[in-house]
């Protein structure tokens, strides 16, 4: 499991794999035009979709939304009262689930509590009626690919939780099914046993090359596993994008809401500037770096790791010589002549032409969206802005968009602080500032007058 957290979120592999870009893929999966009523309630309603084989597609909504339905569909436990479902093109309508190259693990999965880890792998292989030698060799394969080996002979109630949550993945992978649908399948375990086995999930699904479908109501689940997400809201297709476009472009407040923390800021919006009225490309991670005042004038610095210097000791050096004992000291203030130099260094603030401005609270200046869309021109909208992106500061920075409040709570994290900030209007908005910069934000404290920045291509705006 070491291996575990050195593997990057998303590998480059999963990076250039985008199958639904390709004209040419053909989808695993299609719905078309499925509805799904209960009596007179629509469960699922008019949905069209493609998945595509060895995504790991991950279905996200609030409880109700009808993504346990969508699955239930899909493995053939429910029949659409509208539409169609494909399966490699083939519509599987009439196939009863057995017979779908489609296996499930239920929201509350159930072992065999009389039978050992070993026998309940080999549970549907045996009901195959394969041969002995086959059966044995795929077991022995699932446990090896779980990590299950020792554990083979133990009754469900001989190993822990994640252990069982292991062999129902191992039993459901076991007649290599090409699509397997996981129902929220690591809801039962702990935060630090769930990431483990989300990676642990992820090798899985890229060893055996197949087709996973889950289910979660952790988003910062669908974000580690998936390769495309879809956000779903009463039987509807929200958004359908990659964790990326989810996080960085909603297409609604409702998205952007629903995945991480979001500050939302409502006005009106007018065109920026007719000339150019193209938008600018949304930039994903740059943000007005405040800077903030430090009084100090003598140098107390001893040699410290810098970034590069940390990465190598936990990659390269700690595995052979061990921990640093000694705690790498916090950093020292720079320097008041260090602080000039730096401030001499700053580019001038870019502004992209185009766009929208945001009138949003009387005798403020309105704000600059770049990329905002030229369409929203007198419409009501909402700026909606990450607080990764946010800067804070006690003097007035140098960004095109500031705001002026106070700061009403501070919650520190360790590598992050988010700072709650009550703008002159009475709108609470949040800024998250990560705490590795040399630059010591802490004399930010409550109760005080600050400033809130972030550039012209921060935010995403959007109608309701
Ligand atoms: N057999 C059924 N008869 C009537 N209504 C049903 C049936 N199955 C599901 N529903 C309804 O359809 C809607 C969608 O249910 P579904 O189980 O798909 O939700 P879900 O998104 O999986 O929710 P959760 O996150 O709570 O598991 C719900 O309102 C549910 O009550
Ligand atoms: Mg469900």
Not at 333 to 344: D, R, S
Not at 422 to 441: D, F, P
Request: aromatic share 6%.
């Amino acid at each position: 499991m070491a291996q575990s957290k050195v593997k990057p979120k998303q590998s480059p592999s999963t990076a250039a794999f985008e199958p639904w870009n390709d004209p040419i893929e053909k989808p695993l999966i299609q719905f078309k035009g499925v509805t799904k009523r209960f009596g007179d309630f629509t469960a699922i309603d008019n949905l069209t979709l493609d998945i595509f084989e060895r995504e790991f597609f991950a279905l996200l909504g609030p409880s109700g939304c009808g993504k346990t339905t969508m699955m239930r569909m899909l493995a053939g436990f429910e029949t659409p009262t509208e539409g169609q479902i494909l399966l490699s093109g083939r519509d599987i309508g009439d196939v009863p689930p057995n017979k779908r190259a489609v296996n499930m693990m239920f929201q509350s999965y159930a072992l065999f509590p009389h039978l050992s880890v070993w026998d309940n792998i080999a549970f549907g292989l045996r009901r195959e009626k394969r041969d002995k030698d086959s059966i044995a060799s795929r077991v022995d394969e699932m446990l090896r690919l779980t990590r299950l080996e020792k554990f083979a002979n133990r009754k469900p109630h001989q190993i822990s939780g994640g252990q069982r949550q292991r062999v129902a993945l191992a039993r459901s992978l076991a007649k290599a099914p090409k699509l397997l649908l996981l129902d929220e399948p690591l809801g039962a375990l702990d935060r630090k046993l769930r990431e483990e086995t989300q990676f642990e999930l992820m090798d899985i699904q890229e060893t055996t090359g197949t087709t996973f479908v889950i289910v979660t109501h952790d988003q910062e689940e669908a974000m580690t596993v998936a390769s495309r997400v879809a956000v779903m809201d009463e039987g509807k297709m929200v958004q359908v994008a990659t964790p990326q476009t989810i996080y960085e472009a909603p297409n609604s407040v409702y998205v952007a809401s629903f995945i991480g923390d979001v500050n939302l800021i409502r006005g009106t919006a007018n065109l920026r500037n007719v000339a150019t009225a193209a938008p600018a490309a949304p930039e994903s991670e740059t943000k007005p770096e405040p800077v903030t005042k430090i009084e100090t004038d003598e140098d107390p610095r001893k040699p410290q790791p810098n970034d590069y210097g940390k990465w190598l000791h936990d990659r390269l050096l700690a595995p052979i010589l061990g921990q640093r004992v000694d705690e790498p000291k916090a950093l020292p203030a720079p320097t008041k002549a260090e602080l000039a130099a730096a401030a001499e260094l700053q580019a001038p603030v870019h502004v992209p032409e185009g766009g929208l401005t945001i009138d949003w609270a009387e005798n403020t200046p309105a704000l600059i969206a770049a990329n905002g869309d030229p369409e929203f021109d007198g419409k009501e909208v909402v700026l909606a802005l990450r607080p990764e992106k946010m800067g804070i500061a006690k003097t007035k920075p140098d960004a095109p968009n500031v705001m002026r409040g106070k700061v009403i709570d501070i919650a520190y994290l360790g590598n992050i602080s988010t700072y709650h900030v009550e703008l002159k209007t009475g709108t609470m908005v949040k800024a998250q500032v990560a705490n590795t910069r040399r630059v010591s934000r802490r004399n930010i404290t409550w109760e005080d007058e600050v400033w809130v920045s972030f550039s012209a291509t921060a935010g995403v705006v959007l109608t309701e």
